[in-house]
Nanobody
Framework: QVQLVESGGGLVQAGGSLSLSCAASGSTFSFNAMGWYRQAPGKQRELVAAISGSGSTDYADSVKGRFTISRDNAKNTVYLQMNSLKPEDTAVYYC?????????WGQGTQVTVSS
């Protein structure tokens, strides 16, 4: 059973930085694409950033230049470095990993950016 453990959320002032991590375990297959999504109150869950198994990245326009996604394949861990945070970045952040044809989600971690 694939398990995802997220960490690193919290409260930060606008302009500050936070780093999220998501450690995956429990799969006999390789982890393919890994990514971060977020969901703000009253809004749909949206893609923040994704990284393929080969390291190609994709970002939402709203976070380009401020957020950086990376992964450590030896640790099966995906990271999200968030800089220059804005109040509109406030949301629950979820990691998602793809294993073969299945997607697995983390439990979510709250990120709150105060103005």
């Amino acid at each position: 059973q694939v398990q995802l453990v997220e960490s690193g959320g919290g409260l930060v002032q606008a302009g500050g930085s936070l780093s999220l991590s998501c450690a995956a375990s429990g799969s006999t297959f390789s982890f393919n694409a890994m990514g971060w999504y977020r969901q703000a109150p009253g809004k749909q869950r949206e893609l923040v950033a994704a990284i393929s198994g080969s390291g190609s990245t994709d970002y939402a326009d709203s976070v380009k230049g401020r957020f950086t996604i990376s992964r450590d394949n030896a640790k099966n861990t995906v990271y999200l470095q968030m800089n220059s945070l804005k109040p509109e970045d406030t949301a629950v952040y979820y990691c998602k990993v793809q294993v073969a044809v299945w997607d697995y989600w983390g439990q979510g971690t709250q990120v709150t950016v105060s103005s």
